[in-house]
């Protein structure tokens, strides 16, 4: 097998010359490289680029040597097939290597160099859809523009000419800025989500900062964790690096520590709000005293390590308007009003569980659920209300009237008063007199008719009842008020741990017993709240190590940062009012630690 290899060049007067050379091999190689078979001196073409191979078929196999492929009839491609007999054109860089077979059987390769008009372009490409498009310098620009238009220029003025409305996410639908939800930084929370249409719900000023206003205005009644300048005196000193960044955004309208921004991040997708890390606690609260010296707050690092004793928040004097709060380890006893043995309730032996066993109500010993019923939230439970847990066994049935039993009214002193006043009127008197009767309408059935004898026997118990020894004193205590009998007032909160979150319906697989000695208790003075070691039982650090009966808990499992009352994903309950509501009312008031 054999090539012939024919070089057409030409002079500079535009003379041709043209060189003829015979190649016996199969196999020739193209590039720039001089030990090239076929050299071609052109930058664009590679030290070794292209291997052309006469195949048994007769055909000519053309495939590139380096990265770069090369033009066969019009197409680039790095490899190909050319049937001499038929004809083909190879472009390598400004040389055009022609392929035919001569008279003589032989593989003519006809090197010779491009115009300069040729290998501009493929040429295919006339034939394509793009040519008649515009060109792609011009379709940046226009694009361009319209990105100027649209997302700068629209929204710039828009906001410029805008008439700003009162901040109402749910119902703007005039003064919002077009277009600008395509310089969103990211998607929304789940909580803000529908705001991704109205960014002057947050955003009101251009190129401010969110204000602390702005949040206050849908997030009312939120909060705060503490008094702003207490806040930002009680955290803990800033690196230089974090200062010198909070000076830089201080100069950029950035609020500064403490503002509602500095926790809150937005444009992190649509994602819930996460509870705080253990260490967002206790940056502040580790050494919160060497900061705020005049804090009544003990320092706290970690559950299992550092955590001050429970204070409950009770009442500890008879009739007490305010409650107070107090460490568990003080022993405090608990002034409610109430004398109730819980042991004597909770004696499975006792009498009454012998009663509780005979009533229909009941059919076994007492237990805590009988009287004490959970709220809806699960947090508290709802009161205990005498006429449902109380009068199955301690009756107030006061006689027999036409339509049943009467019973004593419970809960005001005024309405008992008023019923034994009933009594007296009802019950059978003697005649005033063996031969004397009243005259007229003061006579037996007339108008004016009233009975001034004594009360049966059978009263006088019921009368005395608000009197020592008589029947509301086997629960109340009595006292007296301008001189007539009454009963000291029943004082219970309806929470005793007001500034942390606790759930019973988590704990519902345990016995009440397990955590509330409310089965060891003789007097209701007995304040029954498990004290810190008891949850430890259970409950450690965030870090502690997870088994069947530890559970790591960290700071967030208990309390919140804005609402003391609550846990960090549930919003305060409705129900806890009394002492609760009294505790937070009276703790903003101050702008006091919480």
Known sequence: MAFLIRTIDFTASGREIIRDRVVEQAHLTVGRAAECDIHLPDLAVEQRHLALTLAS?????????????????????TEGVIDPGVGGEIALGSALIAAARDEAGRVTLTIRQAPAEEGKGDAVAGFALASALPSKRAASWVLASLILVLLLAVPVFTHATRTITPNDPDKITHGQTVLDAAWSTGALSVKHHALEENCESCHVNAFVSVRDETCISCHKGLGDHAAKPRLIAGM??????????????????????????????????????????????????????????????????????????????????????????????????????????????????????????????????????????ATADKISFKPVEMEQS??????????????????????????????IAGLRQGAARKPVGAARQRPG????????????????????????????????????????????????????????????????EAHKKEECTDCHAADKSKTANDLLIPDLASCRDCHLGATAQKTKKIVPSSCAMCHAYHVPSGQWSQSRSETTKGASSYVADARRAKGSDQ
């Not at 003080?330 to 005979?358: N, T």
């Not at 309408?441 to 059978?458: C, H, L, W």
Request: with cysteine; hydrophobic share 30%; proline share 5%.
């Open 57 to 77: 078929d007769g055909t000519l196999r053309a495939e590139a040597l380096g990265t770069l492929g090369f033009a066969l009839d019009g197409r680039s491609v």
């Open 236 to 373: 803990p000193e800033l690196s230089s690096g974090d200062a010198a960044l909070w000076k830089i955004a201080g100069m950029f309208g950035k609020e500064g520590r403490g503002a509602c921004t500095t926790c809150h991040t937005e444009h992190e997708g649509k994602v819930r709000q996460q509870p705080a890390s253990e260490a967002f606690c206790s940056d502040c609260h580790d050494k919160l005293d060497t900061r705020l010296t005049d804090t009544a707050l003990a320092n706290a690092h970690d559950f299992g390590k550092q955590h001050p004793q429970f204070r409950p928040t009770f009442y500890a004097a008879y009739g007490a308007k305010e409650p107070v709060r107090l460490s568990l380890d003080k022993k405090p006893v608990e002034q409610s009003g109430l004398i109730f043995p819980h042991d004597v309730h909770m004696d499975e032996r006792g009498g009454a569980a012998r009663m509780a066993i005979s009533l229909a109500q009941y059919g076994a010993p007492l237990e805590c659920k009988d009287c004490h019923a």
């Open 441 to 504: 309408q003061f006579g037996e059935a007339g108008r004016y008719y009233a009975q001034f004898g004594r009360p049966v026997n059978a009263h006088i118990s019921l009368a005395r009842g608000l009197e020592k020894g008589g029947v509301c004193t086997e629960c109340h205590l009595p006292t007296q008020t301008g001189g007539r009998a009454d009963l000291v007032p029943v004082n219970l909160p309806d929470r005793f741990l007001m500034h942390g979150y606790f759930s019973h």
């Open 390 to 419: 109380c009068e199955s066994c301690h009756s107030l049935v006061s006689g027999r009237g036409a339509g049943g039993f009467t019973s004593l009214r419970h809960g005001d002193v005024r309405k008992f008063r008023e019923d």
